[in-house]
């Protein structure tokens, strides 16, 4: 089971190397942020959520990629 994941920026790419040669036989996993931009292209309100409770809990990892290159996400609970 994977506990942790880290998420490299696409400017980083040796670092994304460097990480998933280091962490073979670690139990984390290393994956490239493929994330290209905004996603809402309508100035119009999303329609009504009709589900009862998230299903993902969302964490902003932006700044970490534009500061330092990459962030960690924690996967358990």
């Known amino acids: 089971m994977v ?10 790419p040796r670092q994304y190397l460097y990480l998933k040669h280091c962490g073979a036989d670690e139990p984390w996993e290393v994956l490239l942020d493929r994330r290209t931009g905004e996603r809402r292209r309508s100035l119009r309100p999303p ?3 009709r589900r009862r409770m998230e299903r ?19 996967l358990v609970a």
Not at 3 to 12: G, M, Q, S
Not at 67 to 74: D, E, K
Request: net charge negative; hydrophobic share 40%.
């Open 3 to 12: 506990d942790l994941l880290f998420v490299v920026a696409r400017t980083e």
């Open 47 to 49: 329609p009504i959520e």
């Open 56 to 74: 993902r809990r969302h964490r902003d990892i932006t700044q970490e990629l534009q500061s330092s290159g990459w962030a960690l996400v924690s």
